[in-house]
């Protein structure tokens, strides 16, 4: 892809970060004809951790008009979840769902994932500036970015608005002072790829598999088309503290103690070094402000343990482009109401649904041994994403009904809820 030459002083909106975020919010303000530029800090394809979609991120891919090249890739379907704790086993199909939402989804070594929307939105005609720096942003009514390109050459380029999407990168939460402690505990993750995963054959073989290493550890499995597999062990302090402190021997000790983990993976071989995120857990105090706003990884992020990540991103980015493209046109736009408060709904949603993991709630529910097809649909379009459907109440009622159905399952005698 050709590089585009050095930026213009102006551009209508200005994003920082080229990740599914950023992409997919430059493609929807593109299409409506803004004049939009993406400064990303690293070169294309870069790694980064986040390889599991969930079905909800397909439509909004395909509303920034990013599904059909995504397609073209020979990504390795995802049909659904599996959880094992020991002796117990639960899995979730996307075809059998409450949202009449995508059956399916990826799962997408997120280096090529995001190379292919990158070099897409290039083509529709969006500038990505690689290897270029955002170091300092003036917000306000007149939002400025000061960039610094591989040359080292610095650009002050001023806009109408600038989004952050620049995730663990944070520019404006540091900037401004918006990162606040999150509500969750502590956790670390030691993750890496590998050969030598004995898969399930057909149309298994792209499910992700989540195996429990106790109540407050767990270790993911997420395979891909190019015969490689994605692994990581996620847990708190205490659970890292029995163990040795080598990642890889990190890894391989906790694949050791679980009977399921080493039926699986009892042949793997690693492909690179794995690596190691301590803390990933984050809140924020606010969402926008004058002349910006934060979307996907910048915002608040809670946990990968239901792979909600990207789908936030998608989501994040495509309520911002909506607002933006009307603000833009000199409608008043009511910044809490249109973007805060329902990016926050699904958020919350997921951390009702994450706090209920490591509490134990949610895998009393999952392994429920006689559970209600209807309530077990509801939850399977959470696990999708679909945290914004209003129809569902183990979405938008998630703070009464995940507790109602743990009594309801502890204490019927059959587990009929
Ligand atoms: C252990 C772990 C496992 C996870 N697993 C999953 C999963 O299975 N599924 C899932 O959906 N999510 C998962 N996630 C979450 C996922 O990683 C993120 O939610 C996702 O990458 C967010 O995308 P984004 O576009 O917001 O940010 P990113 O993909 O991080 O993109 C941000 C971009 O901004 C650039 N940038 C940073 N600073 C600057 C700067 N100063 N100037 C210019 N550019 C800059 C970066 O180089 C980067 O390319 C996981 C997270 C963790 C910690």
């Known amino acids: 892809m050709e590089k585009p030459a050095t930026p213009n002083n102006r551009y209508d909106v200005v994003i920082i970060g080229a990740g599914p975020a950023g992409t997919s919010a430059a493609a929807l303000l593109h299409r409506v004809g803004q004049d939009v530029a993406i400064f990303e800090r690293d070169e294309f394809p870069r790694f980064v951790i ?30 659904g979840g599996a959880f094992f704790d020991q002796e117990k086993h639960c899995k ?24 292919v929307l990158a070099e897409e939105v290039q083509k529709m005609g969006v500038p990505v500036f690689f290897q270029h720096t955002v170091k300092d942003v003036q917000v306000g009514s007149n939002p400025t970015v000061e960039v610094t390109g591989v040359d080292g050459q610095v650009h002050r380029i001023s806009s109408r608005f600038i989004i952050d999407a620049s995730g663990y990168g944070r520019v404006l939460p540091r ?16 993750f890496t790829h590998i050969t030598g995963d ?66 699986r993976l009892s042949d793997m071989e690693f492909v690179f070094e794995p690596k190691v995120i301590d803390g990933y857990s984050i809140g924020i ?40 493209i009307r603000q833009l046109n000199g409608e008043t736009v009511d910044w809490d109401t249109d973007f805060s408060d329902v990016v926050n709904q699904g958020v919350e949603t997921f951390r009702t649904y994450v ?31 679909y945290v914004w459907d209003n129809k569902n109440p183990y979405a938008w009622d998630h703070k009464r009904k995940l507790p109602q159905l743990v009594s309801l399952v502890q204490t019927s005698d059959d587990s009929k809820v």
Not at 98 to 109: A, E, I, K, R, S
Not at 199 to 209: F, I, L, M, S, V
Not at 356 to 382: E, H, K, L, M, Q
């Open 50 to 79: 986040g390889e599991s979609l969930l079905p909800h991120s397909m439509d909004f891919l395909e509303q920034a008009g990013l599904l059909e090249c995504c397609k073209k890739q020979n990504y390795l379907e995802k049909h």
């Open 92 to 115: 979730f199909n996307f075809d059998d769902q409450f949202t009449d939402g995508w059956p399916y989804t990826w799962q997408v070594p997120r280096d090529h994932f995001d190379n």
């Open 175 to 190: 900037q401004l002072g918006l990162d606040e402690p999150s509500t969750l505990t502590h956790r670390k993750s030691v």
């Open 198 to 263: 004995h898969r399930p054959a057909g149309r298994d073989e792209g499910t992700t598999w989540i195996v429990s290493l106790g109540q407050q550890a767990w270790l993911w499995i997420i395979p891909f088309s190019n015969g490689r597999t994605s692994i990581g062990v996620v847990g708190d302090n205490d659970f890292f503290a029995d163990l040795p402190t080598e990642p890889g021997e990190i890894l391989r000790k906790a694949i050791m103690s679980d009977p399921v983990a080493v039926r």
């Open 285 to 324: 105090k606010r969402l926008w402000g004058e002349g910006y706003c934060l979307i996907g990884n910048t915002m608040e992020f809670l946990d990968p343990i239901f792979s909600s990540g990207v789908t936030v991103a998608l989501a994040s980015a495509n309520l911002t482009a909506n607002a933006l």
């Open 355 to 385: 706090e209920g993991w490591y509490t134990g709630a949610v895998p009393t529910v999952f392994y429920s041994p006689n559970p209600d097809a209807r309530v077990r649909a509801s939850i399977c379009s959470v696990l999708a994403g």
